[in-house]
């Protein structure tokens, strides 16, 4: 069911808490993209979560609170955390810390736990009306791409479960994912917190290297994900070469009888001609294409695409966070391509 949260804002913010009091799992709005949400102290309520997902339980959760002392009540926070929680709270980034008694079934039975304060105030005030930690993974079923409106939860979970509703996520990708527990913060996952922000603020930082093939230092990384039905394909390179390349691998398809679809920023559109196109956002501004993915993707499957044509976005900013997601979408299916001269 969802409640729209306009009039009875606060009303449906009390129902949802009561929920999560009695041991059950809404789904609730995010800056980032929607969460499925239950009490992270109920380990009966956060197998739910599991459930209701067919997430792998070794993929642990990250536990939304609602200030930063209700997170150090959680984790213990060394000089690095304090400072990026104080710069970045409430926003889009999740701190890795020693775990203080979060149950094991959030964490998947590391020492560590993944804590976040959220820019929202609908999940902020779930959070308070619940009064306790709301542990949290995105609110899409297993290896489909995160939600960013009511309307996809709904899609993978239907009727039954409780949405709270306040609209389109403003950033549209999950938050920054890093390990505070050493020296030099590391990123686990890109998010609009970039690695540039982070090592202005620490002093340094180090994006993971973890690759297709290599050892998934977070679990996460390790399953498929933010995956639609259709293959994906990156095409990145040199804008003539890109566009020249896309038209090909498109006819070529239509030929083999798929359904191939582009996905183009604005600037690049007219190139395609009477082909389908979806804008992917203005390639000035990769803020417009992380908003934009998810439902892009989405959309997609609804309409029956088999094959996704993708110009590569640059990778400034969040673009390199949508480029992370765009590659773990392809399967790291990427070509290459440059201009002749
Ligand atoms: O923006 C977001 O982060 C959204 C909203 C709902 O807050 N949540 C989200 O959760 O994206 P989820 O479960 O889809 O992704 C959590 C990521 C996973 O990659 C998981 O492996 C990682 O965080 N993670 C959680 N706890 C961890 C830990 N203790 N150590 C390392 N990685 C952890
Ligand atoms: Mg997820």
């Not at 804002?9 to 809404?26: L, P, W």
């Not at 959680?74 to 999740?94: H, K, S, V």
């Not at 949290?136 to 297993?142: L, V």
Request: proline share 6%; net charge neutral; hydrophobic share 40%.
């Amino acid at each position: 069911m969802i409640l729209v949260l306009d009039s009875e804002y606060k009303k449906h913010i009390e129902d949802a808490a009561a929920v999560i009091k009695n041991g059950g799992v809404v789904a609730f709005p995010t800056e980032t993209v929607y969460g499925l949400g239950a009490n992270a102290y109920d380990e009966s309520a956060v197998a739910k979560i599991f459930e209701l997902k067919g997430r792998p339980q070794d993929n642990p959760l990250i536990v939304h609170v609602e200030s930063l002392p209700a997170a150090k009540s959680i984790a213990a926070f060394g000089e690095n955390a304090e400072r990026l929680a104080r710069r970045f709270w409430p926003g889009p980034l999740t701190l890795v810390l020693e775990n203080k008694g979060i149950p094991s079934i959030v964490t998947a039975g590391l020492g560590t736990v993944a804590v976040r304060m959220p820019d929202s105030d609908a999940a902020l005030s779930l959070i308070s009306a619940s009064g306790v930690p709301i542990a949290a993974p995105s609110a899409n079923k297993s290896g489909s791409p995160s939600p960013t409106c009511a309307r996809h939860v709904q899609n993978d979970f239907g009727d039954s479960l409780l949405i709270l509703d306040a609209g389109e996520c403003g950033i549209g990708v999950e938050s920054t994912v890093v390990d505070v527990t050493g020296e030099v913060p590391v990123i686990l996952r890109p998010g609009a917190v970039t690695a540039e922000m982070i090592a202005q603020e620490a002093g340094s930082a180090e994006i993971s290297s973890a690759a297709p093939g290599g050892t998934p230092p977070s679990p996460g990384m390790k399953y498929r994900h933010y995956a639609p039905r259709a293959d994906v394909t990156v095409v990145e390179g040199d804008r003539a070469a890109v566009i020249e390349a896309i038209k090909f691998l498109y006819d070529k398809a239509l030929k083999n009888g798929d359904k191939p679809l582009v996905m183009a920023c604005r600037e690049n559109r007219k190139h395609y001609g009477k082909r389908d196109v979806f804008v992917t956002g203005s390639e000035t501004d990769p803020r417009e294409a992380a908003k934009n993915l998810y439902s892009l993707l989405r959309s997609a499957d609804e309409n029956g695409y088999t094959g996704i044509f993708f110009e590569a976005v640059k990778k400034e900013g969040i673009g390199f966070a949508v480029m992370n997601r765009v590659y773990k979408a392809a399967s790291y299916n990427v070509i290459r391509v440059t201009d002749k001269r």
